[in-house]
């Protein structure tokens, strides 16, 4: 009897060694990278000019061409602090990062960047997605095209250049994914020859990287949806579902959520419709006509939902790549309340991350620019100030923070007050005004000095 028992014991614990090396799925993984962050306008930037494609005139310094701050191990320890898990980077490599055109051979300068900017992030443990951008619009803007030697030649260099990156980064682990394209542009309602285009890019995708072998025969994959459109997508889940991969559920889906357009991006006001100002329940102003009239929380959950039913749910975890709103400066304003604009970016970037967070699979990966320009009430996206370390979109940051907390914050001993560039901040390093004199009750950093309001 006691020999079966210890038999029957090691049988129990055997197989939960075996349970316990269970490799990660493609869920799994997701479900540890919220909230996410975007090294934006950065890799994927160079210049406005056709004449960059397959050539290698961007250089190094296209790092800085759209925003003013190289990155650093410092700006990615400032992002990790402020709770972020993950960092997608996107990057431009056909667009002036080619050193030789007949063989689409990435520059060696660029490949060793992109790696170093992507070790920053792997030194902190966060997770990071790397891609290939807009990057001139080689092939996003190509996807309906329709010749058969134009499709050849998009699938060469789609395969050529996903093998190089594939074999520069084969021994990382599965803190690193790679997400094929990132917005490939298709009709208003996409044609079939466009779908079946698109998946056929995608598949390319995967072929090249699994082809490599290494830690990439299992690597998590992002594979896009039309134009990321969240409606166009969930058209077309059973066909992604189809996809075909030797890796078992390590697969995603990338879309991005710019909703609405009168709110996020709208720049002024147009014959059609003005600009929303204010979105979120309780944050509509009396009076106003920049209040949302559409797509709001309950939209927001509609489409999170169909993306969990038709994706999560059957297995294939969400990447939502983009996210954001612009911050609007309207001081000025008659009938206007900057305090209601402000709550609405806060229950803009809350809802998201909340709903992402409550249904699960779903990683929301929120856009930076680094600029500092609100234009008035054109806005920014911008919620890190790279150059200085401080948070600048103090509402998006509350909003992300509400659902994800960021780490506890240094005790006041610990503080350097000094460091501390021009304005107001929190003793946790967020700018959170110009003046003292707009701000309420607490106790803040200005001009190297703790001071208290009361």
Not at 5 to 12: D, E, G, V
Not at 149 to 167: F, G, H, M, R, Y
Not at 322 to 328: D, K, L, S, V
């Amino acid at each position: 009897m006691k020999r079966i028992l210890l038999l029957t014991l090691a049988f129990i614990i055997c197989h939960l060694s075996i349970t316990s090396v269970r490799a990660q799925t493609a869920t799994d993984i997701i479900n540890q990278m919220s909230p996410g962050w975007n090294l934006g306008n950065t890799l994927e930037a160079t210049h406005w000019n056709g004449a960059a494609l397959f050539n290698n005139v961007a250089g190094l310094a296209a790092e800085t061409s759209w925003q003013d701050t190289k990155t650093t191990q410092q700006i990615i320890d400032f992002v990790k602090a402020q709770g972020f898990r993950s960092v997608r980077i996107p990057v431009a490599w056909v667009y002036g990062h080619i050193s030789d055109a007949d063989s689409y051979t990435i520059d060696t300068a660029w490949m060793n960047r992109v790696k170093q900017i992507v070790d920053y992030c792997i030194n902190d443990g966060l997770y990071v997605v790397i891609n290939d951008h807009w990057d001139g619009g080689w092939l996003e803007e190509h996807i309906a095209d329709t010749n058969s030697a134009t499709i050849a030649k998009n699938k060469a260099v789609l395969t050529a250049i996903w093998t190089q990156i594939a074999e520069k980064f084969k021994d990382y682990d599965e803190h690193l994914l790679f997400a094929g394209l990132n917005e490939p542009n298709t009709e208003e309602s996409p044609k079939a020859s466009t779908i079946n285009n698109l998946l056929n890019y995608n598949q390319t995708f995967i072929d090249a990287v699994r082809a490599t072998g290494g830690q990439n025969a299992t690597r998590v994959l992002v594979v896009q949806g039309p134009s990321t459109d969240i409606g166009k997508t969930v058209k077309l889940a059973s066909r992604y579902l189809q996809l075909n991969d030797p890796a078992d559920h390590r697969l995603a889906i990338e879309v991005h959520y710019y909703a609405p357009w009168q709110f996020w991006g709208m720049e002024k006001d147009e014959s059609w419709g003005k600009v929303f100002y204010y979105w979120g329940n309780g944050n509509h102003v009396s009076g106003s006509s920049h209040n949302a009239t559409h797509s709001e929380e309950s939209f927001m959950k509609q489409q999170l939902q169909e993306m969990k039913t038709q994706f999560v749910d059957k297995g294939m975890p969400v990447v939502i790549g983009e996210f954001g709103a612009n911050w609007r400066n309207l001081s000025g304003q008659k009938g206007e309340s900057q305090e209601k604009h402000d709550a609405s970016i806060r229950t803009h970037y809350r809802e998201l991350h909340r709903l992402c967070k409550e249904m699960g699979g779903m990683v929301p990966m929120t856009w930076d620019i680094n600029s500092r320009n609100q234009q008035g009430t054109k806005g920014t996206m911008t919620i890190i100030d790279r150059k200085t370390r401080t948070i600048y979109g103090i509402h998006a940051m509350q909003g992300i923070n509400d659902v994800w907390p960021a780490p506890s914050p240094e005790s006041v001993s610990q503080l350097q007050v000094g460091e501390f560039p021009d304005g107001v901040y929190t003793l946790q390093g967020m700018r959170v005004a110009n003046q003292l004199s707009v701000l309420p009750t607490g106790i803040y950093i200005s001009q190297g000095r703790k001071i208290i309001i009361n």
